[in-house]
């Protein structure tokens, strides 16, 4: 079983940076696949950014476009999402997921979640 907990949510006018962590217990951290999803009001929660055991793959959600990176630390037991030029529509609650397997999109196939933390964009 893996607990997640995030922080750094908050809000931000548009242009601004953030960056969210996810503190992970246990001592498996370095073998799962780590990742962020984000759901608005009235909507699916999407699939932001995710990251393999090493580091070696990482995936992005369409919106990204550059402007977010995902990055781990294992020693820390840490994922991280550095948010630069926010949006108003990137407003949503944040999540941190974690699975014991290969880094995916498909919000169904990550086994373990976070409460998440909430991120306001203003204009």
């Known amino acids: 079983q893996v607990k997640l907990v995030e922080s750094g949510g908050g809000l931000v006018q548009a242009g601004g940076s953030l960056r969210l962590s996810c503190a992970a217990s246990g001592r498996t951290f370095s073998s799962y696949a780590m990742g962020w999803f984000r759901q608005a009001p009235g909507k699916e929660r999407e699939f932001v950014a995710g990251?393999?055991?090493?580091?070696?793959?990482?995936l992005y959600g369409d919106f990204v476009k550059g402007r977010f990176a995902i990055s781990r630390d294992n020693a820390k037991n840490t994922v991280f999402l550095e948010m630069n030029s926010l949006k108003p529509e990137d407003t949503a609650v944040y999540y941190c997921a974690a699975d014991y397997g290969i880094v995916t999109t498909n919000r169904a196939l990550w086994a373990h979640w976070g409460q998440g933390t909430q991120v306001t964009v203003s204009s």
């Open positions: 990251i393999n055991y090493s580091g070696g793959t990482i």
